[in-house]
């Protein structure tokens, strides 16, 4: 079972639910898959990121299989989003902010675990951003989309800034469960204000033709 702290670990079970029920309903709308399929990705989306930072620090089995409300919660998320996919629609704003809470405690909770583990600054901020954004990666890849955390909104980023202040406080001997919701709370922050005023990671700068000007086609 896990250690977390009460309010962390609230969190993080949230999270998880609704990272299943989002990438349940990814499934549904991107691919024509029975319950069996949509169940799975949901459950995949919620616990793969954890799977695979505990994998590569040698956390074996992973803490998702250790505990039975994560893989149970996971499941009910994806269970909720076939049953129910039709309605969904008017709680997507909801989901949204749900998703957003599990990004940033996932983030957190990954870098922590991966300080923890040993590992240097660097490689627990980029598993603290793997654990958030690991499942929902495997998703996109299994129903052929370019994955979400590649293609649009400010995603990653966040997850980053929230694995960043982890490692920071930690680093100075102020981690804690106030610095652990700050944490988090950063990365909820970016990410909503990122999706309230549409904000975009930076792209390429638009090929142009040579001489000047954008041609235009009639």
Request: hydrophobic letters at 50%; proline letters at 6%.
């Amino acid at each position: 079972m896990s250690t977390e702290p009460a309010p962390l670990l609230a969190l993080d079970l949230t999270g998880t639910f609704a990272f299943g029920l989002n990438g349940a309903l990814t499934a549904v709308r991107a691919a024509r898959l029975d319950v069996v399929g949509v169940v799975v990705l949901g459950m995949i989306t919620a616990l793969g990121g954890g799977v695979i930072r505990d994998v590569l620090i040698d956390s074996l089995p992973p803490a998702a299989f250790l505990d039975w409300r994560y893989y149970t919660l996971a499941a009910a998320g994806g269970l909720l989003a076939f049953v129910v996919s039709r309605h969904l629609r008017r709680l997507e704003p909801a989901i949204t902010v749900l998703d957003a809470v599990g990004l940033s405690t996932f983030a957190v909770i990954g870098a922590s675990k991966a300080l923890d583990a040993g590992l240097a600054v660097v490689p627990a901020m980029l598993l603290g951003v793997i654990t958030a954004v690991g499942g929902g990666t495997i998703r996109d890849t299994l129903v052929g989309r370019i994955p979400t955390v590649l293609r649009t909104g400010l995603y990653a980023i966040p997850a980053l800034a929230g694995a960043a202040v982890t490692v920071a406080t930690t680093e100075t001997g102020l981690y804690g469960l106030p610095a652990a919701l700050g944490a988090a709370a950063v990365c909820f922050l970016i990410r909503m204000l990122g999706l309230h005023f549409g904000i975009n990671a930076p792209e390429p700068p638009e090929t142009r033709p040579s001489g000047g000007g954008t041609r235009r086609h009639k």
